[in-house]
């Protein structure tokens, strides 16, 4: 019986022969490790970019979107928990789909991009990096959606097919992070600046939880770290909470409270601050930061005026406006 | 790094592992679970159906995240 050592994400399992790793999809065959949900999704939809959040990428454009089962992350407000928190044998559906068949099927729908997520793609590397790969050639761009806990060595390589990320930062105190999500916050950190050092286009979403992560000091300190180590261009979302899985003792989000917070992030540096997960269009155009001039305006994930330039430019001042725009 | 892309037949011989070890245990202990259909005299029967991707209705709503 051979012992195998995931070297994946900094949980490093020890896997004995026959088990799966904590993730419970990457498993120890014969001494050999595999990844029991290669070619087997069992979530595939087209959503808008707008949905993923990524608003500095094609934005109002449709991605095709696939997530596996598993996760090498067990957050108590999972919203995607029977998909994550479950191995390749106890979700509901599963899909045959293999690298080729996804491409195609993203192409045939007239997407332009694949998106890697829903529950967290680092848990299925092997098969986003063979379809990735075949999506880059098919002239197609790939989008890892992801709590960015994984190896630097790992998310190097994945990083040469990603087009971009959207990182979750789930707080910024490695104690919440411990009893939250049963991970830790240095590797998270080190994978978004690692995004951003490989040159994929990178936006960070902070899901604020009322009571756990809501100190606006905490999201002062997360916002300056933003600015000194990713670039004070680099997109956050704000995200409202609202209770499930196995937190449901706490209340949704008060949109004042994420209001604060965006403040607090513009204050401290970051120049497209976004709230998400609320109604209405409070927080969610794009503005230049030099005048003020809306740039793009969105409502939920619709696009409801777009003024950029071609080349992606303040009509303005003429200034160029971060991001993946063509 | 692993090897993840000859995993097909091994995520079914896993998880028959799985079960199978799973069964001597309870059967050793003398645990009975609520059904008597039990786990590994129909290992197929709880394995999700796997279908062709083209059968996946891609605009279905949904409220995953991501
Ligand atoms: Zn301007």
Redesign the pocket.
């Given at each position: 019986m051979t012992a195998v050592t995931c070297e994946l994400c900094p949980r490093a399992c020890v896997i004995p022969e026959g088990a799966a790793g904590d993730c419970r999809v990457r498993v120890n065959l014969g001494g050999k490790l595999r990844a029991t949900t290669y070619g087997r999704p069992s979530a595939v939809h087209i959503d808008p970019m707008e949905k993923k959040p990524l608003y500095h990428f094609h934005p109002g454009s449709r991605i095709f979107s696939l997530g596996t089962a598993g996760c090498n992350l067990h957050c108590l407000n999972c919203q995607n928990w029977q998909l994550s928190q479950r191995g390749g044998d106890e979700v509901e559906q599963t899909y045959r789909a293999e690298p080729a068949e996804v491409v195609a099927a993203a192409k045939g729908e007239g997407c332009r991009s694949i998106a890697y997520t829903y529950s967290d793609p680092v848990v299925f590397y092997e098969y986003v990096e063979d379809t990735a790969t075949l999506a880059r050639a098919a002239g197609l761009t790939n989008v890892f959606v992801t709590a960015a806990y994984i190896n630097r060595e790992p998310l190097r390589r994945i990083c040469r097919v990603l087009d971009a990320a959207h990182g979750d930062l789930k707080g910024f105190d490695d104690g919440f992070y411990r009893r939250v999500s049963g991970a830790t916050l240095k590797p998270v950190l080190d994978a978004l600046v690692t995004f951003r050092e490989e040159g994929v286009w990178l936006e960070v979403i902070n899901l604020v939880i009322p009571t756990l992560n809501d100190d606006l000091a905490m999201i002062r300190r997360m916002a300056r770290w933003m600015v000194a180590e990713l670039g004070a261009d680099t997109p956050l979302h704000f995200s409202r909470f609202s209770p499930q899985y196995r937190m449901r003792n706490l209340p949704p989000t008060p949109v004042e409270t994420l209001v604060r917070a965006r403040a607090e992030a513009l204050d401290a540096g970051l120049r497209y601050v976004y709230i998400g997960n609320v109604r209405g269009d409070t927080g969610s155009s794009t503005v230049?930061?030099?005048?003020?001039?809306l740039?793009i305006g969105r409502s939920g994930f619709t696009i409801t005026a777009n003024h950029l330039t071609a080349d992606g430019?303040?009509?303005?001042?003429?200034?160029k406006?971060p991001g993946v725009w063509q | 790094m692993s090897d993840g892309r000859e995993p097909q037949a091994g995520a079914v011989v896993a998880r028959r592992r799985f079960l199978g070890l799973l069964g001597a245990l309870l059967g050793g202990l003398g645990v009975t679970l609520g059904t008597t259909s039990g786990a590994t005299r129909q290992p197929e029967a709880d394995v999700p159906r796997e279908r062709p991707l083209k059968e996946a209705d891609f605009y279905r709503p949904h409220d995953l995240a991501g």
């Amino acid at each position: 019986m051979t012992a195998v050592t995931c070297e994946l994400c900094p949980r490093a399992c020890v896997i004995p022969e026959g088990a799966a790793g904590d993730c419970r999809v990457r498993v120890n065959l014969g001494g050999k490790l595999r990844a029991t949900t290669y070619g087997r999704p069992s979530a595939v939809h087209i959503d808008p970019m707008e949905k993923k959040p990524l608003y500095h990428f094609h934005p109002g454009s449709r991605i095709f979107s696939l997530g596996t089962a598993g996760c090498n992350l067990h957050c108590l407000n999972c919203q995607n928990w029977q998909l994550s928190q479950r191995g390749g044998d106890e979700v509901e559906q599963t899909y045959r789909a293999e690298p080729a068949e996804v491409v195609a099927a993203a192409k045939g729908e007239g997407c332009r991009s694949i998106a890697y997520t829903y529950s967290d793609p680092v848990v299925f590397y092997e098969y986003v990096e063979d379809t990735a790969t075949l999506a880059r050639a098919a002239g197609l761009t790939n989008v890892f959606v992801t709590a960015a806990y994984i190896n630097r060595e790992p998310l190097r390589r994945i990083c040469r097919v990603l087009d971009a990320a959207h990182g979750d930062l789930k707080g910024f105190d490695d104690g919440f992070y411990r009893r939250v999500s049963g991970a830790t916050l240095k590797p998270v950190l080190d994978a978004l600046v690692t995004f951003r050092e490989e040159g994929v286009w990178l936006e960070v979403i902070n899901l604020v939880i009322p009571t756990l992560n809501d100190d606006l000091a905490m999201i002062r300190r997360m916002a300056r770290w933003m600015v000194a180590e990713l670039g004070a261009d680099t997109p956050l979302h704000f995200s409202r909470f609202s209770p499930q899985y196995r937190m449901r003792n706490l209340p949704p989000t008060p949109v004042e409270t994420l209001v604060r917070a965006r403040a607090e992030a513009l204050d401290a540096g970051l120049r497209y601050v976004y709230i998400g997960n609320v109604r209405g269009d409070t927080g969610s155009s794009t503005v230049c930061p030099r005048d003020g001039t809306l740039l793009i305006g969105r409502s939920g994930f619709t696009i409801t005026a777009n003024h950029l330039t071609a080349d992606g430019r303040c009509p303005t001042c003429n200034d160029k406006i971060p991001g993946v725009w063509q | 790094m692993s090897d993840g892309r000859e995993p097909q037949a091994g995520a079914v011989v896993a998880r028959r592992r799985f079960l199978g070890l799973l069964g001597a245990l309870l059967g050793g202990l003398g645990v009975t679970l609520g059904t008597t259909s039990g786990a590994t005299r129909q290992p197929e029967a709880d394995v999700p159906r796997e279908r062709p991707l083209k059968e996946a209705d891609f605009y279905r709503p949904h409220d995953l995240a991501g």
